[in-house]
T-cell receptor
Framework: ETGVTQSPTHLIKTRGQQVTLRCSSQ?????VSWYQQALGQGPQFIFQ???????GRGNFPPRFSGLQFPNYSSELNVNALELDDSALYLC??????????FGPGTRLTVT | EDKVVQSPLSLVVHEGDTVTLNCSYE??????LLWYKQEKKAPTFLFML????IEKKSGRLSSILDKKELFSILNITATQTGDSAVYLC??????????FGTGTRLLVSP
């Protein structure tokens, strides 16, 4: 059984650029949730995908968008990057919206 | 705004000490209360609490929920340096959205 994996591990972008982060869910899981964790803060819920449909969204602007594929892997896209988007982005997978298992995260730095 | 409040924000103890971490939450859409440990990156699951007054234990860690007073505590006895981490208290809502507290940063010195 493979755990949740994320890529890339680290990423540096400049303001105004666009970024795509990837998450492979744990084997057998059909739900992926994305979180943003700023330095010194707890993770903040961005959105959740369940069976390829968005299933709830936190307080993030529309330039944060996502996708879930038929194999239940997922992407997080952020357009028009701002300095405040610098954070650790965590994805978590679960089965039928149950207990969530976290990936190692992608650290995004926006300069 | 849905909030989970943890205290203290940080804590330094000596090996062998016992610590108690506190968490309070709002009742809106409450489904369960979770505790996670975050050392480097990925939070790792410790406990899920759904019923009041029933203590969950795992080795030196234990946790309990009070749904009347809307709080939970996490206890760690005989602390070790490997317990140094950020401990996150999390409220799970009916939509499986997790609301995280800011965490308690625990440092256990040898």
């Amino acid at each position: 059984e493979t755990g949740v994996t994320q890529s890339p591990t680290h990423l540096i972008k400049t303001r105004g650029q666009q970024v795509t982060l990837r998450c492979s869910s744990q084997s057998g899981h059909n739900t992926v949730s994305w979180y943003q964790q700023a330095l010194g803060q707890g993770p903040q819920f961005i959105f959740q995908y369940y069976r390829e449909e968005e299933n709830g969204r936190g307080n993030f602007p529309p330039r944060f968008s996502g996708l879930q594929f038929p194999n239940y892997s997922s992407e997080l896209n952020v357009n028009a990057l701002e300095l405040d988007d610098s954070a650790l982005y965590l994805c978590a997978s679960s089965l039928d919206r149950g207990e969530q298992y976290f990936g190692p995260g992608t650290r995004l730095t926006v300069t | 705004e849905d909030k989970v409040v943890q205290s203290p924000l940080s804590l330094v103890v000596h090996e062998g000490d016992t610590v108690t971490l506190n968490c309070s939450y709002e009742v809106t859409n409450f489904r369960s209360l979770l505790w996670y440990k975050q050392e480097k990156k990925a939070p790792t699951f410790l406990f899920m609490l759904t019923s009041s007054g029933i203590e969950k234990k795992s080795g030196r860690l234990s946790s309990i929920l009070d749904k009347k007073e809307l709080f939970s505590i996490l206890n760690i006895t005989a602390t070790q340096t490997g317990d140094s981490a950020v401990y996150l208290c999390v409220k799970s809502t009916g939509f499986q959205k997790l609301v995280f507290g800011t965490g308690t940063r625990l440092l256990v010195s040898p």
